[in-house]
């Protein structure tokens, strides 16, 4: 069986797999990195995103034999060795930016991303458009877009730390 | 998926080699619809090739009055390229909106060129823009690469290497994208090149993407909006199916055609 080596989250891994295998299997049964989810497995729904290579990418429609030498982060990556949360995972949690939870770590990777393309950050309407490739069946994407927004500014360094959501 | 042996060739020369020895071979580079199709189970490959580590076919060139484009560069390459940013910005704005960010950070030109899904965008703007397609083996204009519907001239184990495409004087597309899917459900690319005006259609033709002559001509004449306005596709050489008729896609070309007009300016 074909070895892959990978760098997941700063670790690395080699692992046996077969040439079908698919990526988000590799993360989920074999190294047992559970966060990353499989929605639709057709690469629409984007709930299995993870980086390669500091891009965005759908793992249910990537081989692990084509990730040989690669370096991914996955959701479990984000948040520091003492709990800090990532300051897109805390937007989201300040925003209330999820209802059920199933598409959070695949839009959290996206919204990431997308970020980091937009130095020059992103109106509402870019956003809603950067995460053509997520859907929230919970059709929460109201939430999702304020806390985005919010984190953009963390992350590019504009605030100092994340402005709060109002009472609603 | 049913498994396979996988390969991953490092010059062209390797990939080809693989590829002749075995028919059933085929190879990948982005993966964005072998693989769907592969999980449907509606290939069957013996062994999945790896062209991802070929360096030569990866980037963007400017030679001369033209843009080369290595068949592996992916379609977030071409939108941010700066090359083709400055020479065909048209078809840097089309990249941005193949697929999602996800699809456009694996999905390869050269492996859209090779499939040439008739709702793609590519095959429009080479056809338009009298690209030639680069293989291992020849070079082909797009009329004559862009055969058929999900066909082309390619033969078993021949490989897209990279496109050249003439830089035009002006060029500019518009689609209408199903609503649900976002494929084009007809989509326009109109050019003035050094050959003349070319106009070619995706997502609506029965047969795949195709020039428009009538169009070509009214806009030879006059380079305007209008002059398409009244050009008008017949309903019989387009697909009509659960999204749209044959006769509302006619329309839709039309419509399509008018505001690529405006995108070129």
């Known amino acids: ?168 | 998926m049913y498994d396979f042996a996988y390969h991953k060739p490092a010059s062209v020369a390797d990939a080809v080699k693989i590829l002749a020895a075995d028919p059933d071979a085929r190879p990948i580079s982005g993966g964005m619809t072998l693989l769907p199709a592969l999980k449907l189970r509606l290939n069957k490959p013996t062994s999945v090739v790896d062209l991802s580590g070929i360096a030569e076919l990866h980037g963007v060139k400017r030679e001369g009055d033209k843009l080369v484009i290595g068949a592996l560069t992916r379609h977030g390459d071409v939108a941010s390229s700066a090359e083709v940013k400055a020479a065909i910005p048209t078809l840097a704005a089309m990249a941005g909106t193949i697929g999602d960010t996800q699809v456009r950070n694996r999905g390869t030109m050269g492996g859209s060129v090779a499939n040439n899904d008739p709702s793609a965008d590519y095959p429009a703007a080479l056809l338009a823009l009298g690209a030639t397609i680069q293989t291992d083996k020849r070079k082909l204009a797009a009329e004559d690469f862009f055969t058929g519907m999900f066909t082309t001239a390619l033969e078993v184990g021949e490989l897209v290497t990279a496109i050249h495409i003439p830089i035009p004087t002006k060029a500019g597309y518009a689609k209408m994208r199903n609503p649900a899917s976002r494929y084009s459900m007809a989509g326009v690319f109109v050019a003035q090149t050094a050959s003349g005006v070319r106009v070619a259609v995706n997502g609506a033709g029965a047969n795949g993407v195709f020039r428009e002559k009538a169009m070509e001509a009214a806009l030879s004449a006059n380079w305007s909006p209008d002059a398409v306005a009244g050009v008008k596709v017949d309903p019989g050489l387009l697909n009509g199916d659960i999204h749209g008729s044959a006769e509302y896609r006619a329309h839709l070309v039309t419509v399509m055609a008018k505001r690529a007009v405006i995108d070129a300016g």
């Open chain 1, 1 to 168: 069986m074909p070895q892959v080596t990978l760098t997941v989250n700063g670790t690395k891994h080699t692992v046996e797999v077969e040439a079908r295998t698919l990526l988000v299997e590799t993360l989920r049964e074999q190294l047992r990195l559970t966060g990353t989810h499989v929605g639709c497995d057709t690469s629409q729904c984007g709930a299995c995103v993870v980086h390669m290579g500091g891009d965005s990418v759908k793992s249910c429609t990537i081989l692990s034999v084509q990730c040989d030498g690669s370096e991914i982060t996955t959701i479990e990556g984000l948040a520091a060795a003492d709990g800090t949360l990532h300051p897109m995972q805390e937007a989201f949690r300040e925003y209330h930016a999820l209802q059920c939870g199933f598409c959070t770590p695949g839009m959290v990777m996206s919204a990431i991303d997308l970020v980091n393309k937009h130095p020059d950050g992103m109106s509402e309407k870019e956003i809603r458009e950067g995460l053509e490739g997520n859907l929230c069946r919970c059709t929460g994407y109201h939430n999702i877009v304020k806390a985005i927004a919010a984190a953009q500014d963390v992350m590019h360094g504009r605030v100092p730390e994340l402005v709060r959501a109002a009472a609603e």
